[in-house]
């Protein structure tokens, strides 16, 4: 079965959807974009990706044509067009086909769907191998299209044997490329950095998780704190709850009691939140 | 009449020149250029761009499936081709049609020839008005097609009546988005950044220039000693030496005699460079 993207007003089919080269990302990789997973044909915390896609688009000065009305019964008829059980989508709005490759012009609108596995149980077990790596991302609190440090560094990972980057400014913990980093402290403290980073909405349905039941911290974490944590897990819509087994040459236990418990009650808010979107 | 572009192999109308919403400029702003003027049609100072984009291409874990003699001889057929008097052409390596939207695939190539009109005397007596911004370019010596923090800072730019933006990182001065930058000292030394920058290849014909006719420093310069230089300008493919008129609050002198030599003998010397390539 064809698989089709909405770009610029219409449904093409997927292997067909093409953008000039003048399209600003390929310029000067300038765009925004969410992602979100959908899950029993519905779109998991839709109200919250298109929020903050629209605050992204503002943030760079790129115009979405649609309403966020529009834009959601767009995705919803993708995936009714579409029907691919385990998916996502991205939303991608970049900066046009610009006349001289470097000015704004009328934005490029991209939704696409794309097939993706949810973790198993295994892999929650097993855990993810973190490398830091020193580097701020520009603009943090937009969600670009940049992740160009992200790619660059892919064979160093394999090289190092990690299977993602954890970022520090200076030795101020930051975020993974795409996840957003936790660590519970010896005496149960559950710590997310505050500053230069994407507040991503995974992580604020976790901190909402964890407040009743703990105390909770949102500050500067310095490196020197990360192998003195009881626990560390990341957090975003495809990895959910994902506890970190290693971070550099540093191993964590495996129990992992903290992510387990917020693990199950994100997915409980997670099914909750598609019943009532109903 | 069309201008072409070649693409993965072919020439192609510009205007019908697309890649896939898949390839990850669009999906993660992933890809690499170079730009070089044209003049009396023949492509300026080629062979040390040619350098400068395969080490890039290197860099980023780009295959380039040309040789650099390769796409010598595509760049000439297209100027053949093109016909056009002022133009700039662009090489442009991206990631490639990611099948996930994150991992490297095969690199798409792009060379495009656009319209550029050269700067005249007029422009260069009234020189540029730079605001500065505090940001450190990531792989800043690589020449990726990192704009992000340029192009959305260019409605500022336009609020505070400047040009262009002058980035340092914590008040060390860098680079413009697209040129390097100079400073004549009181006592007649010329100045300019060494470290965390591009390396210009304009930069380094003019510091070539410079050598036998003054004193040259590459270092640290920090931005406290902007107001206190004699002169200012910016180097690059597009503008060679262009006197800055103001930063910031500041306005300079307008009568440049350092710039004004250095951008004689640059020309002369390009004019040199295109009879020697012949």
Known sequence: METYVFLNGEYVIANEAVLSFRDLSMQ???GIFDFFSVQNGKPVFIEDHLNRLYASAASMH?????????LKAIIYDLIQKNRIVNSGIRVTVTGGNSPDGYSLATPNLLVAQQHFTPLTSDQFDKGIRLMTHDHQRQLPHVKTIDY??????QPRLKEMGADDILYHNNGWIRECPRANFF??????????PSLQILKGITKNKVLSIAKP?????????????????????????????????QIDEHVFAKDNPVSRFLHSHLTALTLNNLVTAE
Chains 1, 2 share one sequence.
């Open 213 to 245: 039941f703990m105390k909770v911290e949102e500050r500067e974490i310095n490196i020197s704190e990360l192998t003195i944590a009881k626990e560390v897990f990341i957090t975003s819509s495809t990895k959910k709850v994902l506890p970190v087994s």
């Open 62 to 70: 790129l115009a979405i044509k649609q309403s966020p009305g529009e």
């Open 183 to 192: 660590l519970i402290t010896q005496d149960e403290v559950l710590v997310t």
């Open 148 to 153: 160009l440090m992200a790619i660059h560094l």
């Open 28 to 30: 000067r990789g300038y």
